[in-house]
């Protein structure tokens, strides 16, 4: 099992003793998720546009919580410092728990945080929920409007969770547990509990797993690079 991080390996680690892209072949890439732009409910604004006025309005005031170095949260939160030029302060955490804990207590007052770590604290009035970085509402969060729908079209953030077998697997095994993926995403609960967790399955096949595994280590690649990004 692999996620977007896996397409990120060859940027953020350059002397690990594997290569995603050669010693691995993509089953399926079987779900599909994004990052949340949230706030602590004490800080002025409503929406992403009253917020980047605010950080704006304050250089390097504003600090923002991160799961980690590398991690969906931390590439997608500086997508959006340098598509905006924004100047905040990065303030990673080991995991989501406890950098969603600083922003709900208001030390760090921004986070960009998984829909599974921000769905049940932005229902309860834990967080303030801006944006998600994603082409579509989620159904968890449907009042939540996407980047794009904020003003701000070029910050978007989506991540996936799919399945990888050693190169060289046999094509027809490779079929068969792409398939099986796919039927079993599919399944009516799955989909529903996929859903209340802020996931969507899209079940690819190999072949466009392949290019979504390639099209992310480019993208990412850029950010990582522009934000001088370095694993610890």
Do not use: C
Not at 182 to 200: C, E, H, N, T, Y
């Amino acid at each position: 099992m692999g996620d977007t991080g896996f397409a990120l390996i060859p940027h953020l680690h350059p002397k690990v003793s594997f290569n995603p892209f050669s010693d691995f072949d993509p089953i399926s890439i079987a779900v599909t998720t994004t990052q949340v732009l949230t706030v602590t409910p004490s800080m002025p604004v409503k929406t992403v546009r009253e917020l980047v006025g605010l950080v704006k309005q304050n250089p390097g005031k504003y600090s923002y919580a991160t799961p980690g170095i590398g991690t969906p949260g931390h590439v997608t939160a500086e997508l959006f410092r340098l598509t905006l030029g924004l100047d905040m302060i990065n303030v990673p955490f080991n995991g989501a728990g406890p950098a969603i804990a600083s922003t709900i207590g208001g030390h760090t007052p921004i986070a960009f945080g998984s829909p599974a770590s921000t769905i049940a604290q932005v229902n309860d009035g834990k967080l303030r929920a801006l944006a998600v970085a994603t082409r579509a509402r989620l159904a968890a969060l449907p009042a939540v409007p996407t980047m794009a729908e904020a003003g701000f079209p070029d910050v978007e953030g989506d991540f996936w969770v799919g399945m990888f077998v050693p190169t060289g697997t046999p094509a027809d095994i490779v079929a068969l547990l792409s398939r099986e993926i796919g039927d079993i995403v599919a399944l009516p609960d799955v989909k529903q509990r996929l859903a209340s967790l802020g996931f969507d399955p899209v079940a690819l096949k190999p072949q466009e797993s392949t290019a979504r595994l390639k099209s992310d280590s480019d993208k990412w690649a850029k950010v990582i690079q522009g934000a001088g990004i370095k694993a610890e």
